[in-house]
Structures are given as C-alpha cells and as structure tokens.
Nanobody
C-alpha cells in the first residue's frame, strides 16, 4: 500500500513557476512508476507527466513539454513536478499517482488528494 500527499500548489501569475511535491509512504515507492495528472473544473482528468522507477525515463503531455519537469528522489520517497512559464489554462487540481505503467489515469493504483494550482492572467 502506498499513501500519497501532494503539496506546493497555490496562486501564481502567468509566466511564473511552481514546484509541486508528492510525498509517498510505503517501502515499495522506489519500484513504482509515478505520474502527475490534473483536472480543471468541468473537464476530464488529464495526463501531465510520468517517470519510471529509476528516474531515467520520462514522458510529458504535449501541452507541457519543455516547460514542466518531473523528477523523483527515491531516498526521500518524493516525486516532484517543476512547472515553469505557467499559463492560465494550467489552472487545475493536480494529482500525484503511483503504481501505473502509462499515461492513462485508470492505469494507476494509488492517488493523492490533490493540490490546487491557479494561474492568473
């Protein structure tokens, strides 16, 4: 079992940056592929980024490629999402997910409670 807790969300102006963190409990964290998803009001949950267990393979949604970076520190049981050059359309609840294998939300077994990111124009 893995328990995930996100932090780092908040209000930022367009063009600004935020760094989200996801702290995981459980000794098997380092074995899991981890991902970030987001959900805006009235929209489906969408894939943002994913990283493999070792951190040497990452995949990004086209909408964030080149601006967002996913990383992990297995010694700290934490995965990060660095978000730069934020746009108002990035406003959403951001969720950390673990135990999956791809870019679809249904593939992931474990979810955090989410953290709100609001980007003002």
């Amino acid at each position: 079992q893995v328990h995930l807790v996100e932090s780092g969300g908040g209000l930022v102006q367009a063009g600004g940056s935020l760094r989200l963190s996801c702290a995981a409990s459980g000794r098997t964290f380092s074995r899991f592929r981890m991902g970030w998803f987001r959900q805006a009001p009235g929209k489906e949950r969408e894939f943002v980024a994913t990283i493999n267990w070792s951190g040497n393979s990452t995949t990004y949604a086209d909408s964030v490629k080149g601006r967002f970076t996913i990383s992990r520190d297995n010694a700290k049981n934490t995965v990060y999402l660095q978000m730069n050059s934020l746009k108002p359309e990035a406003t959403a609840f951001y969720y950390c997910a673990g135990g999956g294998w791809g870019t679809s939300s249904y593939e992931y077994d474990y979810w955090g409670q989410g953290t709100q990111v609001t980007v003002s124009s």
